[in-house]
């Protein structure tokens, strides 16, 4: 049987790279913080399983929820968990019986419940500052209260280490940081147990910043993309994980006037050859995409037009007048194509294309199968 030509080729030996990149921009020498490799959404949607070994080199692991860490114990990662999420109920606190959990608390409730809890182990705790992104945290006047009940966890033997987490809003900007960096370390002035901060872009744009805490958490960079409007993953030595490849399996030859696709929203304003490329926002590609947004046909860049329908989207040969029914088509990490590209001129970002790639497009892995 004849499979649809599309699929997605995932590279774990970019991964690798990208983690010795970032790793190469830590502060150098013993003491130096570590480094969570964050995993979440199955690690950015490229598959936990499949990327895995290549961050055997990392310090730990970051996921969102307790599910998310026993994948990771079960696949034989044996080191550290970060967990974003923490504690969603009391429920969950008796759900600990997996070794070398890191739980994020964001609110005092999380704190009653670990201490209710007749706890399997014993988990490290990481009380996240609210910071100037005012998602889940501690205010800067709950923040204090908030430690002195974790250490009254300690003291009862209920929960291990006790550390300080940040996460700043405004990373990617030359003078995003520092502010908030400020607010942060006066909250904590004075409290005992490590610090973790820095993002993708904090790490890469403000790397300074890395030197005054213990554990660094970037995400978005391991899997290739830029976390920056202006500088490319190119610039900033990163290799793409992930690519998203098809075909054209239909060419028509349209009138000036003629519309393309649902409601016509392209229309030619001269005779036009069409590709008709089999992938649509059912395999994740954004429908919301206008016309131009950049594709690549027979390693020739081109343009979307019109919208994008389920399965399908059409494109724009009059540049590829050599294209034919089966000719390659890149529509995102690969022919000098990036993600952050295409996510740019859908107006979304690189994360969310990755994210939402869809389990219908089949998987090949880089050196295991062949491909375009």
């Known amino acids: 049987m004849t499979a649809r030509p ?10 690798k790279h990208n983690l010795a990149r970032l790793r190469a921009a830590l502060p150098a020498g013993a003491g130096g913080p570590r ?63 997996t070794p070398g959990l890191h739980l994020v608390i964001t609110h005092a409730a999380q704190l009653e419940w670990l201490a209710r809890a007749p706890l399997a182990e014993r988990p490290a705790i990481w009380l ?6 005012h998602h889940t945290g501690f205010s800067a006047g709950d923040y204090r209260p908030a430690f002195e009940a974790a250490y009254a966890l300690a003291r009862r033997g209920l929960v291990g280490d006790i550390g300080h987490l940040n996460h700043y809003a405004r990373a ?5 940081v520092d502010a908030a960096d400020t607010a942060f370390r006066q909250v904590i002035a004075g409290l005992p147990g490590p610090v973790s901060t820095s993002n993708s872009a904090a790490l890469l744009l403000h790397g ?36 998203l490849h098809s075909q054209i399996v239909g060419i028509q030859r349209v009138q000036a006037g003629a ?17 008709i490329v089999t992938c649509g926002y059912a395999d994740g590609y954004p429908r919301h995409a206008p016309t131009g947004t950049p594709v690549v046909v027979d390693g020739v860049r081109t343009r979307l037009l019109g919208r994008v329908s389920m399965d399908m989207m059409a494109v724009d040969l009059e540049p590829v007048p050599q294209a034919c029914i089966g000719a390659p088509v890149t529509l995102w990490g690969a022919s000098g194509l990036a993600v952050e590209e295409v996510a740019a001129s859908a107006g979304t970002i690189a994360a969310e294309l990755l994210t939402g790639l869809s389990a219908r497009v089949p998987v090949q892995l880089a050196g295991r199968d062949a491909g375009p």
């Open 172 to 176: 990617d900007e030359s003078d995003g």
């Open 259 to 275: 519309g393309v696709g649902y409601s016509g929203a392209f229309l030619a304003t001269a005779a036009t050859t069409v590709g």
């Open 208 to 243: 300074a910043l890395a030197a005054g805490t213990q554990w660094v958490r970037p995400g978005l960079a391991l899997y290739g993309a830029s976390p920056f409007a202006d500088r490319s993953a190119a610039q900033l030595d990163l290799r793409p994980a992930m690519s």
């Open 35 to 97: 480094l969570w490799a964050t995993v979440k959404a199955d690690a950015y949607g490229h598959g936990l399983a499949r990327i895995l070994p290549a961050l055997c080199a990392a310090d730990g692991l970051a996921v969102l929820h307790l599910n998310e860490a026993r994948a990771c114990r079960s696949m034989g990662w044996d080191g550290p968990i970060l967990v974003y999420g923490g504690l969603y109920s009391p429920a969950d606190a008796l759900l600990l019986d």
């Open 128 to 133: 996240r500052y609210a910071g100037d992104i």
């Open 6 to 15: 599309l699929h997605a080729r995932i590279d774990a030996g970019a991964v």
